[in-house]
């Protein structure tokens, strides 16, 4: 089966948003009705404009479109937004209408939803089980204190396990694998977002760019070495990258 959800767009906002359950619900909206308007935008303007021109206007406009969906949905929710993820909001209306524009979805919109679906269940569920780790809280409403219970399950490391697992478990319910895609357009906005430590012996932007150089350097690595790895045929590609990253941050949050 041909995969049409979007995996990379998805993949990012799971690690921004999958915490708690509801946001995970808002979120997983909110990426496919920008799933929907790229493609509906590109199946407007393929006829009229040559590539380079199509390109930037569904990419510029995907994006503008996705920090304003989540930007108006976090306000009517009285939910707090700050602007470093707002811009990453915007990232992911990028690597949708990426996703759009490699991918031929043929505007088939039944398949993309029925897919998008399967992967939004399982992000759900796993923002559930995160939130409630953290906090004991399932949707907002707090249900038990256990022993096991820690903030840290709310960290960018289990972001990234989640995108990883919840992308694995949707290939294994649609008995597919996904292509090798651009990771990075991924790894470097989330790492951006959320750096795995802090470096407070070194000027501000100096210690900023190697936290953020490090972790991606790392992830290049392990990344080339997946290559000649044989991860059962769910996890090939992306979720594995997914879980690697994960990985790395949990090793160097350790220092």
């Known amino acids: 089966m041909k995969i049409k959800y979007p995996a990379g767009a998805a993949a990012l906002a799971m690690v921004l948003f999958s915490g708690t359950m509801t946001e995970a619900f808002?979120?997983?909206?909110?990426?496919l009705a920008v799933l929907v308007f790229a493609e509906f935008l590109k199946n407007l303007l393929k006829p009229r404009l040559v590539k380079w021109s199509l390109w930037a206007c569904v990419l510029i406009a995907s994006g503008a479109v996705s920090a304003c969906a989540f930007k108006?949905?976090?306000?009517?929710?009285?939910?707090?937004?700050?602007?470093i993820l707002w811009?990453?909001?915007?990232?992911?209306?990028?690597?949708?209408?990426?996703q759009v524009l490699k991918w031929d979805m043929e505007a088939d919109y039944g398949e993309m939803f029925w897919q998008t679906a399967i992967l939004w269940f399982f992000w759900i569920l796993l923002a559930s089980v995160r939130e409630f780790a953290a906090f004991g809280n399932l949707a907002g409403n707090h249900l038990a204190d256990l022993d096991f219970m820690s903030s840290k399950f709310g960290a960018p490391i289990f972001g990234?396990?989640?995108g990883g697992l919840a992308l694995a478990f949707a290939n294994g319910v649609l008995k597919t694998s996904m292509p090798k895609?651009?990771?990075?357009?991924?790894?470097?906005?989330?790492?951006?977002?959320?750096?795995?430590?802090?470096?407070?012996?070194l000027p501000e932007m100096a210690g900023l760019v190697i936290t953020i150089a490090v972790p991606l350097i790392l992830f290049w690595s392990v990344r080339h070495?997946?290559?000649?790895?044989?991860?059962?045929?769910?996890?090939?590609?992306?979720?594995?990258?997914?879980?690697?990253?994960?990985?790395?941050?949990?090793?160097?949050?350790?220092?």
Not at 72 to 83: G, I, T, V
Not at 87 to 98: D, N, P
Not at 229 to 248: F, T
Request: glycine share 6%; proline share 6%.
């Open 225 to 255: 070495y997946l290559r000649f790895s044989q991860p059962g045929r769910a996890y090939r590609n992306l979720p594995v990258e997914m879980l690697s990253m994960g990985l790395i941050y949990m090793i160097l949050s350790i220092y």
């Open 72 to 83: 108006w949905a976090w306000y009517a929710l009285a939910w707090e937004m700050a602007p």
């Open 160 to 162: 990234f396990l989640t």
């Open 26 to 31: 808002a979120a997983g909206i909110l990426v």
């Open 87 to 98: 811009v990453m909001t915007f990232a992911v209306g990028l690597l949708a209408a990426l």
């Open 181 to 201: 895609g651009e990771s990075l357009f991924i790894m470097v906005p989330a790492v951006i977002f959320a750096q795995p430590y802090v470096l407070d012996s």
